[in-house]
């Protein structure tokens, strides 16, 4: 049981005006494994003069002294990876394998790449007569999200602190240890007094007072479209800008002399890992429809591989869903597909067989059309659907009709055919064959995923502002 009982703000590890406490609920044992202090405006208020009253001095830092900085926070974060996969492990469940990779040492990189991008930034420009400059943004209200609590505190406050501003976290009450643990990190790195604030709370309390503070010159969010619109609508009152990652519903087009295995294989491991809990999942499954019967075989066979239990157990690659109103939102979404007869393949809304306990979800596969909720709506959760196309106008016309445009993938006999046919998808971040994500590439969506990008010297830069002179 681990209890924080402090927040941190101006340097200083000091009490929360707040009176009560937020628990943390193990979503494999459903029991309480930490508390934190539920926070209040006059946190947020202290927090912010602290961060406006860094932002001169911290911002007209070098870029040497940043960078140095930046890898000196990596150096610390790495060596506090086993405490960080251990906080993952309890708060979301994930197993500590996955966790380790994914929030422990792609953290670490997160912010070696932000260092190694910031020198790359023109922070001067001649245009004509005028001298164009990119200056520091201001002080940023950071929102971060429980499903990868410790790489978007990196991401998210590490860029803005590239950029020269001074960040008020509020770290997620769902996950809310990662955000302690970086805060500690900052303390241990030597970042100056009031650059790096930790306020914790829930999201009306403490995140709409962090939004709407005066001193908060701009708002990071990544989170849910619900969320990003109430950000947004408070952050009109005041035309601050604001930078939103949010939702997504992404397909996987799988073209007719593609690798079919290999594709369906690598875009489930896509879709459910995090259990699904993923904005940029692949959860659409666009096949030809005279590979469908072999693709439907392929989606089950990976789908029913995984095995759900003990994070901590080696053999584990699928834990359970953050919290019991994320496995109910999920369950209902598996349901409604059933209600409007969308074909089941595997998976379903009961609990899995043998785990009675914990807030697991059966790893699940339809195969439909894209008119129904669970190809439209983002479930956030374990659940693909295969959508057939009679040709290769269709499949992309099928991939763009959404809400969303996050992430995407397309495959393909030839990578330079696919990378051509990429320019049909309306969406912000395309693999190719499976290739790996480039941390120095942007990560940003269209429409409804959100405003502004993330990742290498495009994420510093959302975090800028331009200045002319002459």
């Known amino acids: 049981m681990i209890e924080r009982d402090q927040i941190f703000i101006n340097g200083k590890w000091v009490p929360s005006s707040g009176d009560g406490t937020i628990s943390v609920t193990s979503p494999v044992t459903e029991e309480t494994v930490a508390t934190i202090p539920a926070g209040s405006a006059e946190d947020v208020d202290l927090a912010a003069r602290a961060a406006a009253e860094a932002f001169p001095a911290w911002s007209r830092t070098s870029v040497e002294d940043r960078v ?138 403490v995140g709409e007072a962090l939004v709407t503070h005066p001193l908060v010159d701009m708002v990071s969010l990544t989170g849910s479209v619900r969320a990003g619109r109430r950000v947004m609508e408070l952050a009109a009152r005041d035309v601050k800008k604001v930078a939103l990652e949010l939702g ?97 393949l595997t998976g379903g809304p009961d609990a899995p067989e043998g785990l009675d306990r914990g807030f697991f979800v059966r790893p699940t596969v339809f195969c439909g059309d894209n008119t129904s909720r669970i190809a439209r709506e983002e479930i956030f959760g374990p659940v693909v659907v295969i959508i057939p196309f009679d040709s290769e106008e269709e499949a992309f016309e099928i991939a763009n009709d959404t809400q969303y445009g996050l992430a995407g993938a397309i495959w393909a006999g030839d990578d330079d055919r696919a990378r051509a046919l990429a320019r049909n998808l309306r969406t912000g971040r395309i693999r190719i064959n499976g290739s790996a994500v480039n941390q120095r590439a942007p990560h940003g969506g269209f429409k409804l995923s959100g405003i502004g990008r993330e990742f290498g010297r495009y994420g510093i830069e959302e975090f800028l502002e331009y200045k002319s002179i002459g």
């Open 68 to 205: 140095e900085m930046l890898n000196k926070l990596a150096r610390l974060t790495q060596a506090r990876s086993e405490e960080i996969t251990r906080a993952v492990v309890s708060e979301i469940g994930q197993p500590a394998k996955i966790a380790r990779e994914s929030q422990g040492t792609a953290a670490v990189e997160d912010l070696r790449s932000i260092a190694e991008s910031l020198p790359e930034i023109v922070w001067e420009e001649q245009v004509g007569h005028t001298v164009v400059a990119r200056e520091a943004a201001g002080v940023v209200g950071a929102i971060t999200p429980w499903n990868g609590p410790m790489r978007m505190i990196c991401m998210k406050a590490g860029a803005a602190i590239a950029a020269g501003c001074t960040v008020v976290l509020k770290g997620t009450e769902v996950a809310p240890l990662s955000s302690f643990i970086f805060a500690e990190i900052a303390e241990e790195a030597g970042l100056p007094d009031g650059v790096f604030n930790l306020v914790s709370g829930t999201g009306p309390e």
């Open 248 to 344: 997504g519903k992404s397909a996987n087009v799988i073209l007719e002399d593609a690798d079919l295995v290999r594709a369906i294989e690598v875009g489930i491991e896509d879709a459910f890992r995090n259990s699904g809990q993923v904005c940029g999942g692949l959860s659409r499954v666009l096949v030809p429809r005279s590979r469908l019967a072999e693709a439907e075989a392929i989606a089950v066979r990976k789908a029913e591989s995984y095995v759900l239990g003990d994070p901590y157990d080696p053999a584990t690659t699928l834990g359970p869903v953050a919290n019991v109103h994320q496995r109910q939102r999920i369950r209902d979404y598996i349901r409604s597909g059933l209600d409007e007869g969308v074909r089941l």
